[in-house]
């Protein structure tokens, strides 16, 4: 990793920085993605810094290992990109569908921990990276333990010891992190803080306040709070400057994401003071709240906009081959509008030309979100006015679990929609839906009975993390054929016709 030369010092604060004529080099970034998709973000986001800075080197920083913790006893199984388990007894397949027979029944890594992780080292601008459509989060790397440093095997002593031997394996590992990369990244977020308008403590002389903050999950016998105190004096010791604990709303964060064994750091780069990494959960986004109660139950959140834009790109990437081509995007459950938001935001950057289309069965609700390309309808996603065949793309993020409704409903919800889907889509056009739990499965029998064929180069349904759910993203193809044509539909399965037979007994 590069480390830059300190060039002077802020003025009341002691913060080593660099000057203003000083030439920096390139800078580490720790980029967090959507869970599961590391590597189709990764190519997206070459592309971007690529335009500026023909060095830039993008690393999937995140393990390559899947976990299964269900049965007998937690184990690893190592995966290949793009997100495929190959663990020997997940090679059955039970459909066409991917969804294997492996005894956890779902090869993703979850907890808020399992987030997706890209590593960037790039001369490119801080804003070009600040403001990556698909990043949950962006900082200036210290250190990740992918580096090969763990000589002693501290990392293994973190899961199979005691609390206290784990805490110390934990602290030994933290504690003796480079300070020249505890340098190089506070030069980093004072650049960042320079291009962003300068924090409050750089514009009034003002001594800066940090918080530590973790995000951890695996079978660890301490807690994430047993972490905060190791990282921030393992930042204080190495920072050779005056900082002090600001908890509420600090200048900047100080993070460690422990995802069993592996282990990343870094420095918070946003300027918006409330975004903060809180019970062990990854900061929230520009246009990413909790419902007020007005609009959806409180406590719900809404979909992330960087989910949104990585959905998106999936939706772009596989249509024509990812050509320029115009595009009309449909979101049938819109909910808050994210993803038709996200298509206003995807075409000002240039990343796609269309429409976007948002329907909700509630008055949808569009807060603190650009909609100047994207229309919204109040409308029943099970029969919607729109002609046949006018839709390039359905991109949705569907209602699943019990807490939407129950799975009688939710089943004849997913037969109704995709029926409605296959209506309006145009020919070969494409769907890109996100579900989890009860609703994989759901999915996966209503894509079986329509005239859909799964996309050669791409893996369906990708497994991915969001927000520590352990979820799936569908994407098929409508086989061409008469737009709005509904394809005959083959036999009906053991499992259907089981339904079927209970339900005719129910009746008599």
Known sequence: MSVVTAAGSAENTGIEMAGPSTELGPADYLVLVLGGAEHFIAGLVRKVLLAEDAGTVVTVASPEFWTHSRGAGAVKCPAKPPNRCTCPDAAGAADGWGHSTHPCGNPVV?????????????????????????????????????????????????????????????????????????HAALRLWEQCQRALGGSRAMSEGEIPTFRASCVRDGPHSFKSTDCYAIIADAFLSAADSNWKVGLEAPDME???????????????????????????KIAGEAGHKVADGDVLPPGNVVLRPSTA???????????????????????????????????????????????????????????????????????DARAVPLRDGVVD????????????????GLEQLYMKLVTEVERVLSGHGLIVALTAQVGSRLLAEALSTGPWEQVPQWPSPMAVNVGGLACHVFIARRARGICGERHSAPPPSKRQRRREAVDEGTKT
Do not use: Y
């Not at 070009?128 to 459509?133: A, K, Q, S």
């Not at 909910?335 to 796609?352: D, E, F, P, Y």
């Not at 793309?393 to 129950?406: E, I, N, Q, Y």
């Open 110 to 182: 979850s907890g808020h921990a399992g987030v997706g992780k890209l590593v960037i080292r790039t001369k490119a601008a801080p804003n070009t990276v600040m403001e990556l459509p698909w990043a949950q989060s962006v900082m200036a790397l210290v250190w990740t333990s992918g580096e090969g440093r763990d000589s002693d095997g501290l990392a293994a002593t973190m899961l199979t010891s005691e609390k206290a031997e784990a805490v110390a394996a934990f602290a030994s590992l933290v504690s003796t992190v480079d300070h020249n990369r505890w």
């Open 254 to 280: 100080v993070v460690g994401v422990v995802l069993w064994d592996h282990i990343v750091l870094g420095l918070t780069l946003s300027k918006s003071r409330d975004r903060q990494f809180r019970n062990g």
């Open 309 to 379: 834009m990585a959905l998106l790109a999936m939706a772009h990437a596989m249509h024509d081959n990812g050509s320029p081509t115009s595009m009309t995007i449909w979101d049938p459950c819109s909910g808050t509008g994210t993803i038709a938001s996200a298509v206003s935001t995807a075409i000002k950057r240039g990343c796609l030309t269309g429409w976007g289309i948002g329907g909700e069965i509630e008055a949808v609700h569009v807060a603190d979100q650009d909609a100047s390309w994207s229309d919204f309808m109040r409308t």
């Open 393 to 408: 793309a359905v991109v949705t993020d569907l209602p699943f679990g019990l807490r939407c409704m129950k799975r009688k």
